[in-house]
């Protein structure tokens, strides 16, 4: 069963929680196997040897995003004011591994929030598969790892005359399994690496 932890995102009890965790935005690389997963290996024990933060680059885009989640999650309640929105600092499975859902709704779902540039969102508009597509991974560890049923991915860029797509994304049993063996085999690689 998950803990779910009542603190601040990007703040230093947040970053501590997620030290040396695989969280949901490094599935695909958990999933995949290569230099992505290697390297991701190496980040996290490292994080675990030394108690450090693996240093990651934070784009303006990225800045960007983070300013507007606030009001993404605003424009999200006064579209479901009949949903229970609430936000979380972490939610972890086991000592390895977490998600950091943007909000949790009600008691079956999940709230994930993107604020990309012009061009992707609408490119989102166009083809809202293409915003699953790209967050499949992502989406489906925050469901695993939480229990939660589904979760409204959410497109906000408030630059766009239609500035949001929300599309709900339920549980994909396959992928979840996927996920499950993949982080297991993870974590078993991680701990004979940082356990001596």
Known sequence: MATIHYCEQCTPEWDALRLGTITATCTARVVGKGSGHDNLLKDKAREILTGIKTPHTVTDAMLQGIAREPYALYRYKALHPELEVYTVGFVSLTDYIGVSPDAL??????????????????????????????????????????????????????????????????????????IRLATDQFVKELIEITVM
């Open 105 to 178: 709704v009600g008691d079956d779902g999940l709230w994930e929030c993107k604020s990309p540039l012009v061009t992707t969102h609408k490119k989102y508009l166009d083809d809202s598969k293409k915003l699953v597509a790209t967050y499949k991974w992502q989406v489906q560890d925050q469901l695993y790892v939480t229990g939660r049923n589904w979760c409204d991915l959410f497109s906000y860029n408030p630059e766009c005359k239609d500035d949001h797509v929300c599309v709900r994304v339920y549980r994909d049993e396959d992928a979840i399994t996927r």
